[in-house]
């Protein structure tokens, strides 16, 4: 016996280099696993628990007090119960128990591991917490922080891994079950998500990327997520990017900076096909998305937007902030 429940929609809470994405084809598609063409609608098998839809378009503020406040459901909670009775293939009834059922939620270094078991003690570490700082509405992500958006733990991943929500790429495989995603937002038609830049660059040395991924939260393993290499909506450069303009990535689209004129701000950065080339974007009923900065940069964000192509939302100015943080030196290598 199986539970096999398609999202509902309730209504409650709230690329690569220039010129390619990931996953390309080469005729303006992708497909799941970057050779493959993908099953006709992967998101049919749908969810072993009744997953619940955020609603869209979503506006994230950031007006938490803190950075720990911000990664708590008491900010925002995934509607999807924290607490799902499943029923494995034997028919035994399983407990499956979410310990944070945050919407949005820190899947790299935030928690605090005992150091003779390894696993998480439930609080916050305060080494690798300051990653990220928020504070006066701004999110700064520092140095390999890495978050996800609207992603509900599945039993689809390893019970046994040290936390089940980190690493969403290395599932456990069980039939068609692992075409699933588990997500709160629905985007399987035209989507975009976009959010301002307030300031970016080096921190310390080293190269570094702004990085967008949907259905996956694990760099290096995009072959082994649903989408495949398609799941990297954009990866570039942290210096590509300008303060005080937004970056907007559409999927299906372009990825791009916006001023505050209203006008695109230098090249595109990026081309997002669609799926086999029917305006499909890459995404499902019940998708999560993946921000990430790579080690060696930082990204002060603000004004998060997920909308779809066909309900745009209005967006409001960017501000540039170069005094947020304080990176360390950079050392500065010459152009031979």
């Not at 950031?62 to 924290?82: I, R």
């Not at 089940?164 to 495989?173: A, F, G, L």
């Not at 006008?263 to 499902?284: F, K, M, Q, Y």
Request: net charge negative; aromatic share 8%; proline share 7%.
């Amino acid at each position: 016996m199986r539970l096999n429940v398609l999202a509902p929609v309730m209504l409650g809470g709230s690329l690569f280099a220039c010129g390619g994405s990931n996953g390309s084809n080469g005729n303006g598609s992708v497909n799941g696993n970057g050779n493959d063409a993908p099953p006709d609608d992967p998101t049919e098998v749908g969810s072993q628990i009744e997953i619940r839809n955020a609603t869209l378009p979503l506006q994230e503020d950031f007006s938490a007090v803190d950075t720990e406040g911000f990664f708590s459901a008491d900010y925002k909670a995934l509607n999807t119960p924290a607490v799902n009775i499943i029923v494995d293939a034997d028919g035994n009834e399983i407990e499956l128990v979410d310990p944070h059922p945050s919407f949005y939620y820190p899947t790299c270094c935030f928690w605090e591991e005992d150091p003779e078991t390894g696993e998480l003690t439930g609080h916050v570490d305060p080494e690798f917490s300051q990653s990220w700082k928020l504070s006066g509405g701004h999110l700064a992500l520092i140095d390999g922080a890495r978050m996800s958006i609207g992603q509900t733990l599945s039993d689809l991943t390893d019970e046994n891994a040290n936390d089940r929500k980190s690493d969403t790429s290395d599932r456990v495989e069980r039939g068609d079950a692992e075409l699933e995603s588990w997500g709160e937002l629905d985007l399987s038609q035209p989507y975009r998500v976009s959010f301002c830049i307030n300031d970016n660059g080096p921190w310390g040395k080293g190269f570094s990327n702004l990085e967008l991924y949907v259905d996956n939260n694990s760099d290096g393993r995009e072959a082994d997520s649903l989408w495949g290499t398609a799941s990297v909506l954009l990866r570039e450069e942290i210096g590509t990017f300008q303060a005080g303009h937004r970056v907007v990535v559409e999927v299906p689209g372009n990825a791009y900076m916006l001023g505050n004129d209203g006008e695109p701000a230098g090249d595109t950065i990026a081309v997002i096909p669609s799926l086999d080339g029917d305006d499909r974007p890459v995404g499902s009923q019940s998708s999560f998305l993946q921000l990430r900065v790579s080690s060696g940069g930082y990204a002060i964000i603000n004004d998060l937007v997920i909308d779809y192509q066909s309900e745009p939302v209005e967006f409001g100015d960017c501000e540039a902030i170069p005094d947020y943080v304080d990176p360390p030196n950079s050392k500065v290598y010459p152009v031979e």
